[in-house]
């Protein structure tokens, strides 16, 4: 990531350590970052786990690409620099929470395979999990709940990932889901259980 614009700045360190944060909470913090295509499944897959997770105890938390494209992100757009900007915000605030010991799972696009590796060399080590949700583009499109696709192909979306847009798959996720042939809660119970060999998902 980019050094900061002000030089006249200086990192306090916290008095309580991630360890005692996570002992109090009895959990560990982690980053579980959800990728692919517009209509992949990412977010409802994301809120399914919320659900169950938060069922066990578990303090979890979503951090969605639409809700912050709403706030902390407005004033980007989705050119590639914009769409850098953004998963670099996000990741910073995804290391927050992870840092304050909550399972934090994150539903964005992100496209670009050097977007997602800086969250991951700036996250506490062994503490982010990819999760490729691979579903094809041919079901994603057939989906569009949004109408998102249809726009794209008719040109009234420029920059649209998979259609006008690249989008680069994961290379070495912990995680693959391919919700085409699973259920939504197929795709989060396969999630957990891989948050549980991990050692994430108890409470």
């Given at each position: 990531?980019?050094?900061?614009?002000?030089?006249?700045?200086?990192?306090?360190?916290?008095?309580?350590?991630?360890?005692?944060?996570?002992?109090?909470?009895?959990?560990?913090?982690?980053?579980?970052?959800?990728?692919?295509?517009?209509?992949?499944?990412?977010?409802?897959?994301?809120?399914r786990?919320?659900?169950?997770l938060?069922?066990?105890?578990?303090?979890?938390?979503?951090?969605?690409?639409?809700?912050?494209?709403?706030?902390?992100?407005?004033?980007?757009?989705?050119?590639?620099?914009d769409?850098?900007?953004?998963?670099?915000?996000?990741?910073?605030?995804?290391?927050?929470?992870?840092?304050?010991?909550?399972?934090?799972?994150?539903?964005?696009?992100?496209?670009?395979?050097?977007d997602?590796?800086?969250?991951?060399e700036?996250?506490?080590?062994?503490?982010?999990?990819?999760?490729?949700?691979?579903?094809?583009?041919?079901?994603?499109?057939?989906?569009?709940?949004?109408?998102?696709?249809?726009?794209?192909?008719?040109?009234?979306?420029?920059?649209?990932?998979?259609?006008?847009?690249?989008?680069?798959?994961?290379?070495?996720?912990?995680?693959?889901?391919?919700?085409?042939?699973?259920?939504?809660?197929?795709?989060?119970?396969?999630?957990?259980?891989?948050?549980?060999?991990?050692?994430?998902?108890?409470?």
């Amino acid at each position: 990531m980019s050094e900061p614009k002000s030089k006249n700045i200086t990192w306090h360190g916290a008095d309580v350590s991630q360890a005692e944060r996570e002992q109090a909470l009895g959990q560990k913090g982690v980053v579980v970052w959800l990728t692919g295509l517009s209509a992949s499944g990412k977010s409802t897959i994301a809120r399914r786990v919320e659900q169950k997770l938060l069922e066990r105890g578990v303090h979890v938390y979503v951090l969605d690409g639409d809700n912050l494209r709403m706030g902390l992100n407005k004033d980007l757009g989705f050119s590639p620099a914009d769409r850098t900007e953004n998963i670099r915000r996000v990741g910073c605030v995804a290391q927050l929470f992870a840092d304050a010991g909550i399972v934090v799972l994150t539903a964005f696009i992100s496209p670009y395979r050097t977007d997602r590796d800086n969250v991951r060399e700036h996250v506490t080590a062994g503490r982010f999990v990819e999760v490729h949700v691979c579903t094809s583009l041919a079901d994603c499109e057939s989906r569009d709940p949004k109408g998102l696709y249809k726009k794209a192909r008719e040109g009234k979306i420029p920059e649209f990932t998979g259609i006008s847009a690249p989008y680069e798959a994961p290379e070495r996720p912990e995680v693959k889901l391919d919700n085409s042939g699973q259920t939504v809660d197929e795709s989060a119970d396969a999630l957990i259980a891989e948050l549980n060999r991990l050692g994430f998902a108890t409470a």
